[in-house]
């Protein structure tokens, strides 16, 4: 990913570890070697992006599942866009839910991109493959300070 001076974080909110697992692998093999931080709840999300010991201007890159166990993605969406620390920071949904209406709200609410994960293995670890691949070329801008 490109940014001036600055690495960018991708902060990935994923309560399933295989998924996690198979999202950073898939990552790397597209050539993505950015830090990735693996948040396994909103709960965990929440504390990290909005909690005191936040620091603004880092660049960061959400991937935000939708399908959480303690709360809906869907805030956490929302709770981003209305933030203004991490209003830019662009959040790519990586979730199962194919619902025409949430896909809607997903993007109503400032996603940037809404992907929905493919039940078959070698299916998915391919479109993460091509989210790495994304990925490497886009531009993040830093949150404000």
């Known amino acids: 990913m490109n940014v001036s001076a600055?690495?960018?974080t991708?902060?990935?909110i994923e309560d399933d570890d295989g998924h996690a697992r198979l999202i950073e692998?898939?990552?790397?093999r597209?050539?993505?070697?950015?830090?990735?931080l693996h948040l396994n709840s909103g709960?965990?999300?929440?504390?990290?992006?909005?909690?005191?010991?936040?620091?603004?201007?880092?660049?960061?890159l959400v991937l935000l599942d939708l399908n959480?166990?303690?709360?809906?993605?869907?805030?956490?969406?929302?709770?981003?866009k209305a933030d203004p620390v991490l209003r830019?920071?662009?959040?790519?949904?990586?979730?199962?839910?194919?619902?025409?209406?949430?896909?809607?709200r997903c993007y109503e609410l400032g996603c940037s991109v809404y992907i929905t994960k493919p039940?078959?293995?070698?299916?998915?670890?391919q479109a993460v493959r091509q989210l790495g691949l994304f990925l490497a070329v886009i531009q993040v801008p830093p949150t404000a300070p």
């Open 6 to 8: 600055q690495a960018v």
């Open 68 to 80: 959480l166990p303690d709360m809906s993605g869907i805030d956490i969406l929302a709770r981003l």
């Open 25 to 28: 692998k898939n990552l790397k």
């Open 43 to 60: 709960t965990a999300a929440v504390e990290h992006l909005f909690g005191p010991g936040r620091q603004g201007g880092a660049p960061v």
């Open 88 to 104: 830019l920071a662009p959040v790519i949904v990586l979730t199962t839910t194919d619902d025409d209406r949430e896909i809607r």
């Open 10 to 12: 991708i902060v990935m």
């Open 119 to 125: 039940v078959n293995y070698e299916t998915f670890a």
């Open 30 to 36: 597209a050539g993505v070697y950015n830090d990735v």
